[in-house]
Every structure is written in structure tokens, then in C-alpha cells.
């Protein structure tokens, strides 16, 4: 075990050796340079973890090569991990632990496994499973967990947003950060981890207030009807090229008795959409008009059903478990129509609403019952509300009991003032 003081004189003139030998620094117990029999050098550490002791066995870890730091540098860094070895850290240990690190891909698995299915609403599932599968994994699913940056996280940040999605961006920045507190707590990953995505500060998130107006309710349900009757008549895409397009009176998209149900039930109840599509019939209580709905956004709901919405329910065929039936009605594995788009789409373009997205049909029911002097705390009943404050976006609706009060008070001030004349 040869001693030399390791300055750039004594490196430069190690001897050739037959076997692989380690020369140590006479000043710094620890540090020392590798020399093999090729003649390649490297830095290196070497200390007990722990409390130390010749019952531990030492660890050595490489910290660079002669050509890559200096003698001068290469003393700093020995001096800097032999200081956190004293004090209890392992440097060796927690570089192993680092490459062996999990790749974002593989935290996510673990994060869906035993959090997010086990421990979260279906609803919340297929949102989130959206935003792993269209943003986190292709951006950085094959780093390495414990490589991500906050700066990572910002550009993806970023990117969503200048796609126009501010919302959705910063679910999925809020998103990360729930999958990296996951990982800490499960000690997936390395104790005193940043989690990359904390800091990060979200766009502002524009409330959208989009409600179809009496001209435009009129016109979905001309499109609605004309759906199901005869088709909406399309046209072929005129920047793709399709060899075999139907002829022009053959053109139409035909929307099933399902599909149209389940869009007049959205406008006559003001559920989100999950809560029609999961309905399942022995939650409808057809004598006391009544949906038990066993676990919406909001837990256990109890939806008031008006006439309109009790005649649809009524007239529709009842194929299998489900209210608005899917592929898989009437099958032992039945499943629940996955969504509305398709018929969505055709109904709205036909309407002259592109505009308008399905969950505007519930802030369509809560207008226009803002607008007849129904009350914020009704409408927030009929809509399953659990707080006052969500339904307080209505509340500009709602101006005809409100300038009734204004004219009241403001009468009989002006009464006093003009001296009761």
C-alpha cells in the first residue's frame, strides 16, 4: 500500500505496475489514485460507512480520472464526500442506489398499481391515466426518476399550455408532483429527493362560462332530431384523399336512440357526463322520479328528475345494466359506453355550436334556472354541489331578485329624500 503526497509531479511519474495497484495520499487519509497495469489512473475514495471500524467493510468510490480533474480538484471532492461520510452518508451507496434508480415510466407503473386504481374514482383514473399516457411518458417516461428537473417539468409546463391547454397543464405539473411525493413515501425513491415539480407556479385558469342561448338550444334539438331520423349528412375531408367515399345521399350519420338520450338527459338533469353514461337502471327510481347515483364527483348524489328527463328514461329499451347502452350491453361483461364523441361532434357542427363542449350542457341547465329566479342554493342542490362557492359562478345569472332588492331599497330612499312625494 504505497504512501506518496498526490500532487501533479508525483502523478505524472507513477510507475508502470504488473497488478492493479492503489496509491494513497500521505495528507488525506482516503484519497487516493488507480493505477492498472494498462496505465490507466483514476481518483478515487475510500472510506468506512457508519460508524466505521475495521468490523465494516470498507467502500471505494471512483470520483474521476488525472485527466479529467486535476490533483488539486480530485483533493477538493475526496475532501467534500469524506466530510458527509462523517456525518453519517454513504456517497458510494447512494450512487449504486441512483443508477439503479426506477426510469419515470417505471414509478408511474408503481404509482397506478398501488395508488391511483386501488385508492381513486374511476373518474379521476381515466383523467389522470389521460395525462400520464398523452403527456408525462412521452416527455419523460425513459429518464431516470431521480434525473428529472424541475427545468424538465417547466418545459413540459410550457409546451401544454402553448398548445392552448392551460387547464390541463397544470394537472399534469400537479400530477408529477403527486407521483414523486408517491415514490418518496414508498421509498421508491432516495430520501431527500426535490420532488422536480414543486415551485412550479401555475398558468391562471380562465373560467369558462359557455351557455347556449334559446336561439341555440333550438338548433341542437332540429340536429338531435334530424339524427335520428334521417342522418347528418357530412362531407369528405377535402385534404384527404379517399378512394372509396360514399355517394352523396348515402352521407349521413345516423345517431342511435342511446346516444340521443343520453344528450337530452345531459340538458335535462345537469349531471356530468360520467354520471349518465355509469347510470345503471336500478339507480333510477322511476316512481318517485329519483337517480341514486352510489358514488359521483361529489360521493353519494340524489339527482331530482323533471318530466322531460323521467319521459326519456321511460321510453328507452332496456338492453342491460346500463341506462344508455354501450357495445358490450347485455354481455356478462358488460361495460359502460366509453363516450359521447362521435354523435357529440355531428350534433353540434349540425347545430352551429363547435364551440360548445358537453360539460357546457350542465352549465346550460344551471343558467337558465340562474335566470328564472330559482335561487343559487337550489341549483346548487340540483347539481349536486357540496360547496356554496362552486354554484357562485351563476350568480350574475341570477339578477332579476337582486335588482328587485335594489329597486325596493333605492325607492324608499328616494321616497325620503324627495321628502315622501
Known amino acids: 500500500m504505497p504512501i506518496i503526497k498526490l500532487g501533479r509531479r508525483a502523478v ?8 492493479t495497484t492503489i496509491f494513497y495520499d500521505s495528507d488525506l487519509k482516503g484519497f487516493g489514485v488507480k493505477v492498472t497495469p494498462n496505465g490507466a489512473q483514476s481518483w478515487l475514495v ?42 453519517g452518508a454513504d456517497p ?31 373518474g379521476t383514473i381515466r383523467l389522470n391515466t389521460g395525462y400520464i399516457k398523452n403527456h408525462i411518458r412521452p416527455a419523460l417516461g425513459k429518464k431516470k426518476a431521480t434525473a428529472v428537473m ?26 408529477i408532483g403527486t407521483i414523486y411525493e408517491f415514490g418518496l413515501e414508498e421509498k421508491i425513491l432516495p430520501k431527500g429527493l426535490e420532488n422536480p415539480a414543486a415551485g412550479i407556479e401555475h398558468f391562471d385558469e380562465k373560467l369558462r362560462q359557455r351557455y347556449l342561448t334559446n336561439e341555440e338550444l ?10 335520428e331520423a334521417v342522418g347528418i349528412p357530412w362531407q369528405p375531408d377535402p385534404s384527404k384523399k379517399t378512394k372509396h367515399a360514399p355517394k352523396p345521399e348515402n352521407r349521413l350519420t345516423m345517431i342511435d336512440q342511446h346516444a340521443a338520450a343520453a344528450l337530452r338527459l345531459l340538458l335535462f338533469t345537469g349531471c356530468r357526463l360520467r354520471e349518465i353514461l355509469d347510470l345503471r337502471w336500478k339507480e333510477y327510481d322511476a316512481g318517485r ?12 348524489k340524489t339527482v331530482v328528475l323533471s318530466a322531460p328527463a323521467i319521459a326519456i328514461l321511460d321510453a328507452l329499451p332496456r338492453i342491460g345494466i346500463y341506462v344508455i347502452a354501450g357495445e358490450s350491453a347485455g354481455a356478462k361483461d358488460e361495460t359502460p359506453r366509453a363516450d359521447l364523441k362521435r354523435p357529440w361532434d355531428a350534433v353540434r357542427k349540425r347545430a352551429g355550436i363547435e364551440d360548445v363542449r358537453i360539460h357546457d350542457l350542465r352549465h346550460s341547465f344551471a343558467s337558465v334556472g340562474a335566470g328564472s329566479d330559482l335561487g343559487l ?12 362557492s362552486t354554484t357562485q359562478r351563476y350568480a350574475h345569472i341570477a339578477v332579476n331578485p337582486a335588482k328587485r332588492a335594489a329597486d325596493l331599497i333605492a325607492g324608499k330612499i328616494a321616497d325620503a329624500m324627495n321628502g315622501g312625494k
Not at 505524472?12 to 497488478?19: D, E, N, Q, R
Open 377 to 388: 342554493p337550489i341549483i346548487g342542490r340540483l347539481l349536486g354541489h357540496t360547496q356554496a
Open 289 to 300: 322520479g329519483l337517480l341514486f347515483l352510489p358514488d359521483s364527483k361529489t360521493g353519494q
Open 12 to 19: 505524472t511519474g507513477l510507475p508502470a505496475v504488473t497488478k
Open 150 to 175: 424541475r427545468s424538465d417539468v417547466s418545459r413540459l409546463h410550457l409546451k401544454i399550455k402553448n398548445a392552448g391547454h392551460d387547464v390541463a397543464a397544470n394537472r399534469v405539473v400537479s400530477l
Open 218 to 227: 333550438q338548433r341542437l334539438g332540429d340536429a338531435l332530431r334530424e339524427a
Open 46 to 87: 475510500e472510506y468506512r460507512p457508519g460508524e466505521g471500524g475495521r468490523r465494516v467493510a470498507k467502500r471505494r468510490m471512483v470520483i474521476g480520472t488525472p485527466a479529467t480533474l486535476s490533483p488539486e480538484k480530485a483533493r477538493g471532492a475526496a475532501e467534500t464526500l469524506l466530510a458527509k461520510v462523517k456525518l
Open 92 to 122: 458510494a451507496a447512494e450512487r449504486g442506489a441512483a443508477r439503479k434508480a426506477e426510469t419515470v415510466d417505471e414509478l408511474i407503473d408503481s404509482f397506478v398499481r398501488d395508488h391511483l386504481q386501488p385508492k381513486c374514482k374511476a
